[in-house]
């Protein structure tokens, strides 16, 4: 087994997971959730009496489970599934994940989970292991990345078990239609306090460090800042299991809540802000200058700009992911950055002493936190190794200047299957996988004629 997952199994891991168990005699079953591409859970439910077996290397999976499309189907161009023989991989429990679910009706815990090979390699298709390795090159500059997310969401009525891709799901509804200036507003915030309560507390449950929460634009629409990390992993593991606290705890108190990048046409996006700042060997910020911008910043901006819509498909995932991607809406629509300018791309909002750092804006709340994370450390590895120039910053105005980005899928994605960036940091197997992945995507929904379509056009023309 390889060095870096060697330490998540074995005897002391038994122990540390038996234990969990002797503590909470009450749990009825453990979830085993791997993250996939999608950014959606799949995995097992595990009787408490056999967690053992995770350290043991004796819980197994298809490797093909990460790259199901949205709807758990295989997918033949990925070259996975029945069509290599659907092999097995070997599941690694990350154990600091391990802990209980607060909102289940019968006692319940759940863990985090990697993969790797039968023979021990890294399973590269996992996105946990695609942002380890890219974390490996910052370990060999001796650099240590400082991460924290920031992410949106709307709560929604309850949505009906008819629901869902093609059985006719209409727009959500938010569950106060009457409210209004929603922004910052600590009323809007109070109508919800009891399920915003919970999801704290759920979160410190389940070890999650969140920050600030606060009322966003939209109608239903919060926004929750996570503790900044001197652990990237654990930056995008906290954000992918918040996401499912914040479902299970709404649909707990009669709601639903949504992570879609744009769930309403008229309305505001919801996004997955990133600020990363950087450490060497002895813990001082790379980044702090005390006068302007300091250089290294600067180059790692200029990364992250000329990666950017190479990237995109990353950042913006899916179909509904473009609907964001308009001016004056708080969803950069340019790679550009500045400073103290919430338009742009990249924005600084310090750039001295120890928060010094960037904010990458371009993510949509449905993005995969591993894979997002990837790519904004790979694009700062390619500025600061190339001493690349981000050019001058925006100072003020409407973001008129930069590279304009993709506005919609299948183009960016086309990018992303050529893109040099992308089969650097990512690999090239698994650049193939997901650009197959998002291809067989886009041929399916584009098959589909909406019902604003069969309204505008099936009797008038």
């Given at each position: 087994?390889?060095?870096?997952?060697?330490?998540?199994?074995?005897?002391?891991?038994?122990?540390?997971?038996?234990?969990?168990?002797?503590?909470?005699?009450?749990?009825?079953?453990?979830?085993?959730?791997?993250?996939?591409?999608?950014?959606?859970?799949?995995?097992?439910?595990?009787?408490?009496?056999?967690?053992?077996?995770?350290?043991?290397?004796?819980?197994?999976?298809?490797?093909?489970?990460?790259?199901?499309?949205?709807?758990?189907?295989?997918?033949?161009?990925?070259?996975?599934?029945?069509?290599?023989?659907?092999?097995?991989?070997?599941?690694?429990?990350?154990?600091?994940?391990?802990?209980?679910?607060?909102?289940?009706?019968?006692?319940?815990?759940?863990?985090?989970?990697?993969?790797?090979?039968?023979?021990?390699?890294?399973?590269?298709?996992?996105?946990?292991?695609?942002?380890?390795?890219?974390?490996?090159?910052?370990?060999?500059?001796?650099?240590?990345?400082?991460?924290?997310?920031?992410?949106?969401?709307?709560?929604?009525?309850?949505?009906?078990?008819?629901?869902?891709?093609?059985?006719?799901?209409?727009?959500?509804?938010?569950?106060?239609?009457?409210?209004?200036?929603?922004?910052?507003?600590?009323?809007?915030?109070?109508?919800?306090?009891?399920?915003?309560?919970?999801?704290?507390?759920?979160?410190?449950?389940?070890?999650?460090?969140?920050?600030?929460?606060?009322?966003?634009?939209?109608?239903?629409?919060?926004?929750?800042?996570?503790?900044?990390?001197?652990?990237?992993?654990?930056?995008?593991?906290?954000?992918?299991?918040?996401?499912?606290?914040?479902?299970?705890?709404?649909?707990?108190?009669?709601?639903?809540?949504?992570?879609?990048?744009?769930?309403?046409?008229?309305?505001?996006?919801?996004?997955?802000?990133?600020?990363?700042?950087?450490?060497?060997?002895?813990?001082?910020?790379?980044?702090?200058?005390?006068?302007?911008?300091g250089l290294q910043l600067q180059q790692?901006?200029?990364?992250?700009?000329?990666?950017?819509?190479?990237?995109?498909?990353?950042?913006?995932?899916?179909?509904?992911?473009?609907?964001?991607?308009?001016?004056?809406?708080?969803?950069?629509?340019?790679?550009?950055?500045?400073?103290?300018?919430?338009?742009?791309?990249?924005?600084?909002?310090?750039?001295?002493?120890?928060?010094?750092?960037?904010?990458?804006?371009?993510?949509?709340?449905?993005?995969?936190?591993?894979?997002?994370?990837?790519?904004?450390?790979?694009?700062?590895?390619?500025?600061?190794?190339?001493?690349?120039?981000?050019?001058?910053?925006?100072?003020?105005?409407?973001?008129?200047?930069?590279?304009?980005?993709?506005?919609?899928?299948?183009?960016?994605?086309?990018?992303?299957?050529?893109?040099?960036?992308?089969?650097?940091?990512?690999?090239?197997?698994?650049?193939?996988?997901?650009?197959?992945?998002?291809?067989?995507?886009?041929?399916?929904?584009?098959?589909?004629?909406?019902?604003?379509e069969y309204r505008t056009y099936l009797?008038?023309?």
């Amino acid at each position: 087994m390889t060095k870096n997952l060697s330490a998540l199994a074995g005897e002391a891991a038994a122990e540390r997971l038996q234990k969990f168990v002797r503590d909470n005699p009450d749990i009825e079953r453990i979830e085993l959730l791997f993250p996939t591409i999608n950014g959606i859970f799949r995995g097992k439910w595990l009787p408490p009496e056999d967690i053992a077996k995770l350290a043991k290397g004796e819980l197994r999976l298809p490797v093909s489970i990460y790259a199901l499309d949205t709807w758990g189907h295989d997918v033949d161009a990925t070259g996975l599934g029945i069509v290599d023989g659907d092999p097995d991989g070997i599941g690694i429990p990350i154990l600091d994940s391990l802990a209980r679910i607060p909102w289940t009706k019968h006692p319940a815990a759940q863990i985090l989970m990697t993969m790797v090979t039968v023979d021990g390699e890294p399973c590269r298709y996992d996105p946990r292991q695609i942002l380890a390795g890219v974390l490996s090159r910052f370990d060999k500059l001796g650099l240590t990345p400082v991460v924290a997310t920031e992410l949106e969401f709307f709560f929604i009525k309850p949505i009906g078990s008819g629901a869902g891709a093609g059985a006719g799901a209409g727009a959500p509804e938010p569950p106060f239609q009457s409210l209004s200036g929603n922004l910052c507003n600590l009323d809007v915030m109070a109508a919800y306090d009891d399920v915003l309560h919970d999801i704290r507390q759920y979160c410190e449950t389940q070890g999650v460090a969140v920050d600030i929460v606060l009322a966003e634009a939209g109608n239903g629409q919060f926004e929750l800042n996570f503790k900044h990390v001197a652990d990237a992993l654990l930056a995008a593991d906290q954000a992918i299991v918040f996401k499912r606290i914040v479902i299970g705890t709404a649909q707990k108190h009669g709601l639903d809540a949504t992570f879609m990048a744009k769930p309403y046409g008229d309305d505001m996006g919801s996004g997955m802000h990133v600020h990363v700042s950087l450490l060497d060997k002895d813990g001082a910020n790379i980044f702090s200058s005390e006068n302007g911008v300091g250089l290294q910043l600067q180059q790692a901006i200029g990364g992250v700009l000329s990666t950017m819509r190479q990237l995109q498909a990353i950042f913006a995932p899916n179909l509904n992911s473009y609907r964001r991607f308009q001016p004056n809406l708080f969803a950069p629509v340019r790679a550009v950055w500045g400073l103290d300018h919430r338009g742009v791309a990249v924005r600084v909002p310090q750039s001295a002493g120890p928060n010094a750092r960037l904010e990458h804006r371009i993510c949509g709340a449905d993005v995969n936190p591993y894979l997002a994370i990837a790519a904004i450390l790979g694009g700062m590895q390619t500025g600061l190794e190339n001493q690349i120039s981000p050019g001058p910053p925006l100072e003020t105005g409407n973001v008129v200047a930069g590279t304009r980005l993709h506005h919609d899928w299948k183009s960016a994605v086309d990018e992303f299957a050529g893109s040099a960036a992308a089969a650097e940091i990512f690999g090239d197997d698994f650049r193939k996988v997901y650009t197959a992945l998002r291809h067989s995507e886009i041929e399916t929904l584009s098959k589909q004629v909406s019902d604003v379509e069969y309204r505008t056009y099936l009797r008038s023309i």
